[in-house]
């Protein structure tokens, strides 16, 4: 890993005042005729915590600093800026980076003077990674995390602390015996994340805690080539508070546990290319709190190759998920989609329209159904669903492809 980016400024100054050659008057502290100072012959010692604002600037050698312990500590309210072209080691597998205590951290690399973090060898898990323990703004631009990841349970970027905050853009993160971002609680959230590579992790690219954390991603990032290929949600996510819009990116998103829950008045929209994996026994429910609270949930799916929206089960599962469920939700549309392995035994249905509910339903593919493919609620009048719907099929629904409110089986919907 050799730095090919030293300014002849720098080659002159190393040169000269390591052989001891005097130009002028000499490489003397009070008559060097360099602009700046000569710079180290060898990588410098970081040495911990750092407890006031620090700049570690490009040293112009292939390792610029290191850090021999275990936990690089940036505290005390200190910002750690990190220039363009510097490369950072650690030299044990547990070393980390700590960024704590009201600390920020500003890595800001260009597209041809990027930044690197890295360990003494290309092996995964070279060294642990950064961690994130402070709500203050950290910035991550044009910076390379190399074979880190040495903990498999958390990342290489950690964003761990209860309301941290993380911009990360154009950024490359390779080599992991974990995953590449982790997330382990709710409250934290990226500011930006865009034109991101992360490659080669043993688990997921990225693991959030709610699906709402994905709010800035998009296909400008390439998360594929990792033992897991797709953004692992943990606990799903409520959408109680706020509309939210999911895009797709260049995997699918895994909602492991729980589930989603969208209520209180807001609108949960899933534009098109997104696949959502659903976990065993998942729940997806879009539930008002009452008659005219509703909520509302919008697929833009598109007709193109690779552009409808999937709601499915991990390939190769066994399992199924709840399936969707619908109760006093208005004008819910359901475009381009499939909608396929749900109704577990307990929601019987992939989708279950419910008291009040109303929705249309365009190029909808509803398959494989545990049971049934489309269950209507049994009641009448002002309670009852309203279904408008165009070229929605169905195909190995075990229980039947649509139940009618007065519970017969019919083969498509009415």
């Known amino acids: 890993m050799i730095k090919v ?31 700046n100072p000569p710079l180290p012959a060898e990588a410098i010692e970081l040495t911990s915590p750092i407890t006031a604002d620090r700049t570690l600037k490009d040293l112009g050698l292939p390792i610029d600093y290191f850090f021999n312990g275990n936990i690089l500590e940036v505290k005390n309210n200190a910002i750690l800026t990190i220039e363009d072209s510097v490369t950072i080691q650690f030299r044990k597998t547990d070393g980390k980076l700590v960024i704590m205590d009201g600390a920020t951290i500003k890595a800001l690399g260009t597209a ?29 631009n044009y910076v390379d995390f190399m074979n880190g990841g040495s903990f498999n349970q958390e990342g290489v970027v950690n964003v761990s602390a209860e309301g941290a905050k993380l911009n990360m853009t154009n950024c490359k993160i390779s080599g992991s015996l974990g995953y590449g971002v982790y997330f382990p609680h709710g409250t934290q959230r990226f500011t930006a994340f865009n034109n991101n590579v992360i490659e080669r992790c043993d688990k997921s690219p990225v693991a959030l805690f709610w699906l709402t954390q994905a709010e800035f991603f998009d296909k400008t990032s390439n998360l594929t080539g990792n033992g897991q290929n797709y953004v692992l949600v943990q606990v799903g996510t409520e959408i109680k508070n706020s509309n939210f819009t999911l895009n797709a990116t260049t995997v699918p998103y895994y909602i492991s546990y729980a589930g989603i829950q969208v209520g209180n008045g807001q609108t949960f929209t899933i534009n098109q290319g ?47 998920w709840s399936g969707l469920f619908f109760m006093d939700s208005h004008n819910n549309e359901i475009r381009n989609a499939v909608i396929e392995y749900g109704g577990r035994p307990n929601n019987d249905a992939n989708i279950y329209a419910y008291y009040r509910s109303s929705m249309h339903l365009e190029n909808v593919a509803i398959n494989n159904s545990y049971n049934l493919g489309f269950k209507f609620n049994n009641s ?17 629904n075990a229980g039947g492809n649509v139940m009618l409110p007065d519970e017969t089986t019919v083969s498509t919907l009415p």
């Open 274 to 320: 997104v696949t959502l994996y659903m976990g065993q026994d998942v729940n997806f429910n879009v539930e008002g709190t009452n008659p005219s609270v509703g909520a509302r949930l919008v697929v833009n799916g598109g007709s193109g190759a690779g552009e409808q929206v999937i709601l499915t089960r991990l390939p190769n599962s066994t399992n199924y």
């Open 5 to 35: 980016r030293l300014n002849l400024r720098k080659v002159v100054a190393i040169a000269i005042c390591l052989a001891g050659v005097t130009v002028f008057a000499g490489c003397g502290k009070d008559d060097d005729p360099i602009e």
């Open 112 to 140: 041809d003077k990027r930044i690197q973090f890295v360990g003494t060898s290309t092996n995964k898990g070279s060294w642990y990674g950064i961690f994130i323990e402070t709500n203050k703004e950290n910035q991550f």
């Open 380 to 396: 009448t009048g002002s309670d009852a669903a309203q279904v408008t719907h165009s070229n929605v099929t169905f195909n190995n």
